[in-house]
């Protein structure tokens, strides 16, 4: 297949580059534009060329099929130097996104011309790697240091206007890209060239910066080696030649190719590139979501209908009277006036969110929803109620779904007609912002139906992972291991403050029991509580212990922790010392708690996958990094545990 096109109009030569489904930098398009910049340096007819892509985007990064192999020439850097070194200047025409590698071919012309749409990016760090093409040496000279530095150490992504004020793009085109980048060119021949990038001067910043933003930038990477390795890939740019400089980059890109984190972070991109559209729902059609609707306004069901707003879904929010419907009202406008206030929102694009809600105390007004999700208390009798209701105002082919995240489903469908359109769909809080979504059919459940929770993930922008029936399904089931393996250690004589310490070193943000401080320890407690009510076995904890003494974490001031009147800074408490001194019995504990910890975690994925609860190992890694804060760069708890299959 041929991956690159040469055509002319007048004195533009125009160089299509066509590598679906993202135009990625395979070797045979390397050698495509490698050639290009020969055949149009010849051309004695050609004043200047015009790079663009076909298809949804312009290039888009590496190509993954290459990721763990050798590298083949061309290279990507002298691709680039060549571009950048063409007799003839190349104009990058971008649409949709021009990422990694596909930027630094962009800043190897000599302009950049983007439609209003695109956005631009080098999100190396979150492979675990650094800019191995001049990322690191031309962005600074192009946009300057502290642009940068937010670029590269972030890897997040720039939309087209941003990237323009900063320098990163010469020109913004709406509507048909060609012809702007054509009627842009065509402009730009008429004035002196600028000099090429690699030829520009990079004000140096004051000295104090570089401490600053290692400061800042280790605090958020927590362990994470790529984005600090990235900075002094910046800072040599700024202090080095440029071929200096560029030999750095490469041999920092090179070092961290082959590294652990880099491991563990390719681990999760392919497994969250597969997530969204499993192996065994190939060919399965998704029923049709144009209408949905939500069964509770409370912090997790306001949370599931912003999401279903988000992704532009009109949504009927039903309560179960007045004023609950005004509670729940209200709960969403604060989701999305909080986003207006982060900038996320406009206030207009807020109020449009608001108008697709639709509140009722009515199910009839569910009738024509194609899905409806249940987020009510976690009780089955209450659940039972609302599923009866569903089930005879619904469509007969409406899809029904509930949120729970302990209580059995099939317990829950008992008796609901139809129940082929039955699925678990379990979201995470804050669930306009958490990424996890445990998709959970019972067996009744129809393929296109369990086909359709997959397509909700898609378009909520969610990494969606099927989960089996058992006591916390994948996620929660993992966490009760891990909090009991957590007590075991305090049992031992290892103290509250050393877990947690271990854990945020190991790269969480937060410890087993601060964690479990800001949840609230009597969601657990109740649970638990539960199902001692129904005659279940369950060990009392030493949780237990503190919630029967009011202490119930943070929203009381007291949990594993003290906490002052509206500060949340946890502080060593000496009632929990006196309140569980005569369930510590000090023996030999774990020298590296952090690597029994999650070894635990492990060990409970291991039975996870023995169960069948989960298809795969890398599911497992999904959701505790996606729901539970597991560290991206260590791969989740299977990879970092060697069980990688």
Request: net charge neutral; aromatic share 6%; hydrophobic share 45%.
């Amino acid at each position: 297949m041929t991956v690159t096109t040469l055509s002319r109009q007048g004195a533009i030569a125009i160089v299509t580059v066509n590598n679906p489904p993202v135009n990625a930098l395979s070797q045979a398009l390397r050698q495509g534009l490698w050639d290009a910049v020969a055949t149009c340096d010849a051309d004695p007819d050609i004043r200047a060329v015009v790079l663009i892509c076909a298809g949804r985007t312009f290039i888009a990064g590496a190509d993954v099929s290459e990721f763990g192999k050798p590298p083949m020439e061309p290279h990507l850097p002298d691709l680039v130097n060549r571009i950048e070194a063409a007799a003839k200047p190349w104009v990058a025409a971008i649409h949709g996104s021009a990422l990694g590698g596909g930027f630094e071919v962009a800043m190897g012309c000599r302009f950049r011309a983007a439609l209003d749409t695109a956005s631009v990016g080098l999100p190396e760090v979150g492979l675990g790697i650094v800019p191995g093409a001049s990322g690191t040496v031309r962005t600074p000279r192009l946009a300057g240091v502290a642009a940068a530095v937010e670029l590269v150490t972030t890897g997040k992504p720039l939309g087209a206007a941003k990237a323009q004020s900063m320098g990163l793009l010469d020109a913004v085109v709406t509507g048909d890209l060609l012809q702007g980048a054509l009627d842009f060119t065509l402009t730009a021949l008429e004035q002196p060239l600028p000099l090429p990038i690699s030829e520009r001067p990079v004000a140096a910043p004051a000295p104090e910066f570089w401490a600053e933003q290692q400061t800042a930038i280790a605090r958020r990477a927590k362990g994470e080696a790529a984005p600090l390795r990235a900075l002094d890939c910046l800072r040599k740019a700024t202090e080095a030649p440029f071929a200096e400089a560029l030999a750095f980059e490469r041999a920092t890109f090179l070092d961290l190719r082959g590294s652990e984190q880099a491991a563990a972070l390719r681990h999760v991109f392919f497994a969250e590139r597969a997530a969204p559209r499993p192996a065994h729902l190939a060919g399965v059609p998704p029923l049709p979501l144009r209408h949905t609707g939500v069964i509770g306004g409370g912090t997790m069901g306001a949370g599931i209908a912003a999401a279903l707003r988000d992704a532009d879904l009109p949504v009927v929010l039903i309560e179960r009277d007045a004023e609950a419907l005004a509670r729940g009202v209200a709960n969403l406008r604060s989701i999305f006036d909080a986003a207006v206030k982060r900038g996320r929102l406009t206030a207009d694009q807020a109020e449009a969110r608001m108008a697709g809600i639709t509140p009722s105390t009515d199910y009839a007004a569910l009738s024509d929803t194609d899905l409806v999700i249940e987020a009510v208390f976690e009780d089955l009798s209450v659940k039972h109620a609302v599923f009866d209701a569903l089930g005879r105002f619904c469509r007969s082919d409406a899809v029904l779904a509930t949120n729970t995240s302990y209580l059995d489903p099939r317990r829950i469908a008992e008796g609901l007609p139809n129940p082929a359109r039955f699925i678990g769909l379990h979201f995470f809080s804050p669930a306009n912002v958490m990424k996890l979504l445990e998709i959970v059919p019972v067996p009744e459940t129809a393929p296109e139906v369990l086909a359709t929770g997959f397509a909700l993930g898609r378009a909520l922008g969610k990494i969606p992972v099927q989960a089996g029936i058992c006591e916390g399904f994948i996620g929660n089931r993992i966490l009760k291991r891990y909090r009991m393996a957590a007590e075991s250690l305090l049992r031992k004589g290892v103290t509250i403050a050393k877990i947690d310490a271990a854990m945020r070193s190991y790269g969480f943000a937060m410890g087993p029991f601060e964690a479990q401080d800001l949840g609230g320890l009597d969601i657990a407690f109740l649970q638990r509580e539960a199902a001692r009510a129904s005659g279940q076995d369950v060990p009392e904890t030493l949780g237990d212990l503190l919630v029967r003494a009011g202490r119930k974490g943070q929203k009381t001031g007291a949990g594993w922790y003290d906490y002052a009147p509206g500060d949340r800074t946890p502080r060593p408490s000496d009632a929990v010392a006196k309140l569980l001194a005569d369930r510590i019995m000090p023996t030999a504990a774990p020298t590296d708690i952090a690597a029994y910890l999650v070894a635990e975690m492990a060990a409970e994925g291991q039975a996870i996958l023995a169960d069948g609860i989960a298809r795969n190992a890398a599911d497992i890694d999904l959701v505790k990094i996606h729901g539970y804060g597991f560290p991206r760069w260590r791969g989740g708890p299977m990879f970092a545990s060697g069980t990688r299959g």
